[in-house]
């Protein structure tokens, strides 16, 4: 059979394992959501930035693919310092993007395409240009409005040294200091700086913007940074650099603290007074601490990030999988999958890479003659039939689907992100993996808009169009329209989830009774599983399981 093929009679049988179908309330257990980087997705009015008239038009796309749910990067009124993850209006869309009313449009129109939408919140921080932030600039120290931020006299005889040791996460200090002699904190770029949770008007304001978009469709959340909000009091010391490689893996007095989670159960209370709606943290935290945010009354789901950074093996998957799926179960929760988002670097990349080399590091040094694109792309495959096999959630990025690359030959003048900035040079950033997506084999932008795009696409985005691939049943595009059917009509209900005993550096797994997920990460070709092959990330050998193959079996 060939690589991506679905056996029809598949199709027509009743689930593997029948069960009562989870309430419609909690779609979210087994959604595949797709995650928009506005900006990057589709530019319907040829400015060269994505925005909603593009995302409208690609819905019947959208729903081909078969996906259950977007999740839109904010598309917020910003200066899009950040990406829009500078908000200076929470309930605007950016102008660049479309309108409120366009919005509202959107969210029904996607729903009539069964699709619903989750919209980024951005609670930690606002832009600088946020009305908020702009009145705490012209009042006096210790006033109200500057006590929506965290404005601080300095250290120092004068007070001209920052509060703290405090590191933003993208360079340098975490502390900007304004005209009468404060200092700000920012953990991220100067122009976002951190709103303070313990200030009444904050989480009011927060509430009132949830209510917002829930009333205007959103289907809930994904929350920015969940793992912050709060801050130690009195602004102690950290005694170590956020980027000094053990990230928030170690405490630090600015996130993961115990007083985040009334926040969170408010947050929930509100979302509980609508019928379906759902949030995901974006929470970094480290894995045995993901469950305090998945209690029942705190978020529906948390994303795991640990396939993002998991070498290719099948014992690091193995231990990965295991453990997520364990501790989204104690608290009730489910356990999501990602493999790539718009900050890392996109995994048909990664997986094409060496073993030890960290794709952050060789993006900025190389050298780029280490990439396997092909290796790259066959993983990817494989890791798209893993991922979508498992139980719970998965979270596509846009262009996952086409297996683009990292656009790793952007030169240095074209980059927009501040770490690029931030960081002075040292880290390239993540505009690589934000390049706009290639719709068609050939226009300024492939498709992506009627001009150029806000980035450029490397030549190798022709060939892996939108378009191209719709006509090849051997593409990426077909793999993952298969896989998201079959997944619908065999697993979407099935709770199921076993390891299976397999060959050293082979990972295998059954859902329900007779469906079983193979992935041969090993050097080797190793033996094929028994039954009914009903879809293969790759060409099959007589027999044999080629390496870096999935392959998803019944009998
Ligand atoms: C996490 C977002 O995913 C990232 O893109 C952003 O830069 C930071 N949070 C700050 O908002």
Known sequence: ?????????????????????????????????????????ADGNGDGTGDIAGMQRRLAYLERLGVDALWIN???????????????????????????????V????????????????????????HVWFREALVAAPGSSARGRYHFLDGSGPDG?????????????????????????????????????????????????????WLDRGAAGFRIDVAHSLTKAPGYPDAGREFNDGRGTLDPLPYFDRDDIHPIVQQWRRVLDEYDDRMMVAEAWVAAERRPLYLRPDEYHQAFD?????????????????????????????????VLSNHDVVRHATRYGLPDG?????????????????????????????????????????????????????????????????????????????????PWDATGASLGFGDGPGWLPQPPAFASLSASVQDGDPASMLALYRSALELRRALLEHETGFELIDSPDGVLAFRRGPSFVCTVNMSGDSSPMPAGDVLLASGPLDDGRLPVDTAVWTRG
């Not at 494989?382 to 030959?409: C, F, V």
């Open 1 to 41: 059979m060939r690589p991506g093929a679905v056996r029809s009679d598949v199709l027509e049988t009743e689930p593997v394992s029948p069960q009562p179908t989870p309430s419609i309330r909690e779609w979210w257990r087994h959604a595949v959501v797709y995650q928009i980087y506005v900006r990057s997705f």
């Open 74 to 104: 904010p598309w917020y009124r910003s200066p899009l310092r950040d990406g829009g993850y500078d908000v200076a209006d929470y309930r605007e869309i950016n102008e660049q993007f479309g309108t409120t009313a366009e919005a509202e």
């Open 305 to 337: 990030f640990d396939l993002l950074t998991a070498p290719w093996s099948a014992n690091e998957f193995e231990r990965i999988i295991e453990a997520s799926v364990r501790s989204a179960d104690a608290v009730g929760s489910n356990p999501t999958w």
């Open 160 to 212: 001209e040294l920052p509060p703290n040791d405090w590191h933003s996460v993208f360079g340098g200090s975490a502390w900007t200091r304004v005209p009468d002699g404060q200092w700000y904190l920012h953990l991220f770029d100067e122009s976002q700086p951190d709103l303070n949770w313990e200030h009444p008007d904050v989480p009011a304001e927060f509430e009132a913007v949830m209510r917002f």
């Open 106 to 129: 959107f969210i029904a129109e996607a729903r009539r395409h069964g699709i619903r939408v989750l919209v980024d919140l951005v609670p930690n921080h606002s832009s600088s240009e």
């Open 357 to 437: 080399v960290e794709p952050g590091l060789w993006l900025l040094d190389g050298p780029h003659e280490l990439l396997d694109e092909a290796k790259g792309t066959r993983r990817a495959r494989a890791a798209a039939l893993l991922t979508l096999a498992l139980p719970g959630s998965a979270y596509i990025y846009q262009g996952d689907e086409l297996g683009l690359p990292e656009a790793w030959e952007l030169p240095p003048d074209v980059l927009q992100d501040p770490i690029w900035h931030d960081s002075g040079h040292t880290v390239k950033g993540r505009d690589g993996c934000r390049v706009p997506i």
